[in-house]
């Protein structure tokens, strides 16, 4: 592992105070390093793999990492926080985080390399090492396997993992010939017999993490496990041999399982992944139980695509489907903002120095005067207009891109640009994204020769699934769109009164519910979709989404200020951090809170961000930047209004937190300091 890691990658004092923080502090490092080429377009791909799934583990590990096109050369980076750093883990904050970078087309070589350190990680004796170590150098040895860590002997040779760092390829087919020999032996000495599969959505960690856990859990409990790893590192197959003598399998995946029907007719347990490396005993337990209760799974003939359900009886299919396409829609979200940050505060601008009616100015590349304010407002206006063009279809690449690689960013492009022709707007580009990534996947599931496979993915694919979103979006749904488009736009505009204060409290509730989870993300992409074809309405939900998803953090760190014995000495840390963070429009900085005392915490900013959007809504704030908190108060419709709705909000939310909090209080020992010494993290965005 000797060209992943060096000492300039190591960081034994992480200062970051968030997860995004801690993947940009280490990211740079690595940018530095001449390892990734673009630093904002690499952390775009870690935070799409975060939405994917929390990358926190129990034991204080967080692993962000993901494949990218801007990563030049395989990478680890590794950061130690004193503070923690919330990763979603169930335990509790992260100090040990890894930074993986691996490019698109990474080999096998550094791939296997990086699942043998996922699976080090699950070793106590090797985290405590690294806790323990005070040279990046000495550190940086360690993780690459040239100094053994404490009591546990010397570590492979850098570069060469040991035996039980590859996947189960040779495993699996080494102990075939010993279990065919007696599939049926049921003596009393014959040990229970496990077949796992594991596997996550980029193949590099989490899915040899379970197999490691699930591997180490079974021998703890006297039971056979054989893992086979579905990663990037390969995808070795059990011998039939080993599935025949199998007592159970389990499933511990993100994404499908593939040649499912290898399993039919056994015990099933069907979890994701992170339950492979958080409980394997729980699930080797259950699956002793479906085995004594004789139950059988009915997984189908063959198809190892969405639509071959696995019958396990855990609906997990059903939600891996629902977290892909959450996902699909969140890559194409996450490659648009940019374009809606940049092209919003430009037009903002624009509007600050011109006026409104900037928008009406000639063309700059006709009539351009160097001394007039006039003709700077009108640059700004027109090349913010510019960036807008591109949302749409940016949006729509995007999703397809995320649903099925490079092959389908034409015709996703194609298909967005056409949404805008036929005046579908966000929506059109929704259903042209997941239209030309639907088309693609069917088109590299036809078997073709040999000869053609080169041209295929630069060539056949985009032209055929071009030409057909094309016909799709002009002729089948582009009309139908653009009328369900056009009736939201003019709901949003009609907006008044009443309906648009009842707008506010939802969009409030959702963006304070779960602060960065499924439904907060959810409203934001409601808003900046918004922002896509703006108007009135849109951009009044806008000011809504960000003004209440400002007030958890900002409410948590007041509360931390004017009742500090409320809460325990690592709240009140945090809550300092929490006033920058609140500021920002970073509502992700209110989880160590809501996490340690939910039921009491996240009603209250449920609360405040209910009174927030409905004021915010009911002044008429406006707002065009997708993003920055108080940063961009300057270029809010309303602006002194916008903040009187932020605190009003901030307040609510506080006497609550206050109030619920002290009315649990029994002893004169501060009851955050009994009942929880450290505050502990769960969610994430």
């Not at 499912?260 to 015990?267: E, L, V």
């Not at 509007?351 to 009539?367: L, Q, T």
Request: charged content about 20%.
């Amino acid at each position: 592992m000797s060209e992943l890691i060096t000492a300039e990658l190591v960081d034994l004092d992480l200062s970051a105070a968030t997860k995004d923080a801690a993947a940009r502090s280490l990211a740079e490092r690595m940018v530095a390093a001449h390892r990734v080429t673009d630093l904002d377009g690499f952390l775009a791909d870690v935070a799409a793999r975060e939405a994917q799934m929390p990358t926190g583990l129990d034991g204080g590990i967080g692993i962000p990492h993901c494949r990218s096109e801007h990563v030049s050369a395989p990478t680890l980076a590794f950061g130690r926080s004193a503070r923690g750093i919330d990763f979603g883990a169930a335990d509790g904050p992260a100090d040990l985080i890894f930074l993986i970078a691996a490019p698109a087309g990474a080999d096998d070589d550094h791939l296997t390399i990086l699942s043998g350190l996922a699976r080090r990680l699950m070793d106590p004796e090797f985290t405590a090492a690294l806790r323990a170590g005070d040279d990046p150098g000495t550190v940086a040895a360690l993780i690459r396997g040239e100094e053994p860590a404490p009591e546990t002997g010397a570590a492979p040779e850098a570069g060469t993992p040991e035996p039980a760092d590859v996947p189960e390829a040779k495993a699996p087919g080494a102990e075939a010939p010993e279990r065919a020999a007696s599939p049926t032996d049921d003596g009393d000495d014959a040990p229970f017999r496990i077949v796992a599969v594991t596997s996550c959505p980029t193949g590099i960690a989490h899915t040899y993490m379970a197999a490691e856990s699930l591997t180490a859990a079974g021998r703890a409990e006297g039971v056979e496990v054989t893992v086979e790893t579905q990663g990037s590192a390969g995808f070795s197959k059990l011998d039939p041999a080993v599935i025949a003598a199998a007592d159970a399998v389990i499933w511990a995946h993100d994404v499908e399982v593939r040649e499912k029907a290898r399993f039919r007719g056994k015990p099933l347990v069907d979890v994701g992944v992170k339950a492979g490396i958080n409980r394997p005993s729980e699930l080797i337990a259950e699956a002793r139980r479906k085995a004594e209760r004789g139950e059988i799974s009915a997984v189908p003939e063959g198809g190892d695509g969405p639509e071959a359900g696995d019958g396990g009886g855990s609906g997990a299919d059903g939600a891996h489907f629902g977290v892909r396409l959450r996902t699909y829609l969140m890559s194409g979200v996450s490659y648009m903002v940019p374009f809606v940050a940049a092209g919003g505060l430009l037009i903002a601008l624009s509007f600050a120095i011109g006026g409104y009616e900037i928008v009406d100015a000639k063309s700059v590349a006709d009539h351009f005067v160097w001394g007039q304010a006039d003709s700077w407002a009108a640059l700004l206006n027109q090349i913010g207009s510019a960036a807008f063009g591109f949302l749409v279809p940016v949006l729509a690449g995007y999703i397809a891109y995320g649903m099925a690689d490079r092959p389908a960013l034409v015709p996703g492009f194609v298909g967005g640009a056409i949404a805008l022709t036929v005046e579908a707007g966000f929506l059109g580009g929704l259903v042209a994204g997941l239209l030309a990534g639907a088309v693609v996947m069917a088109i590299q599931r036809v078997p073709v020769h040999p000869t053609l496979r080169g041209i295929m993915p630069v060539l056949v694919i985009p032209l055929i699934a071009s030409a057909v979103v094309g016909f799709l979006m002009f002729i089948v749904v582009g009309k139908p769109i653009a009328a369900l488009q056009g009736a939201l736009t003019d709901w949003l505009n009609g907006l008044s009164g009443s309906n648009a204060v009842i707008l506010g409290v939802v969009l409030g509730l959702m963006m304070c519910f779960d602060m960065g989870g499924p439904l907060n993300k959810v409203a934001y992409a409601f808003a900046v979709g918004g922002l896509a074809d703006p108007t009135d309405g849109s951009l009044k939900v806008m000011a809504a989404v960000m003004a209440a998803g400002m007030v958890p953090p900002l409410a948590l760190a007041l509360a931390t200020t004017v009742r500090k014995k409320l809460f325990t000495r690592t709240e009140r840390e945090n809550g300092r951090a929490a006033w920058v963070l609140g500021a920002s429009f970073i509502t992700e900085g209110a989880i160590p809170f809501a996490a340690a005392d939910p039921l009491r915490v996240i009603p209250s900013v449920m609360a405040g961000g209910a009174v927030t959007g409905a004021l915010s809504m009911a002044f008429g704030c406006t707002l065009r930047a997708p993003h920055g908190g108080i940063f961009v108060v300057p270029l809010i419709g309303e602006p002194f209004l916008y903040l009187l709705a932020i605190a009003a909000g901030t307040l609510v939310a506080t006497a609550l937190v206050v109030l619920l909090k002290g009315a649990r209080r029994t002893t004169a020992v501060p009851a955050g300091e009994a009942a929880a010494p450290e505050a502990r993290v769960g969610a994430t965005a």
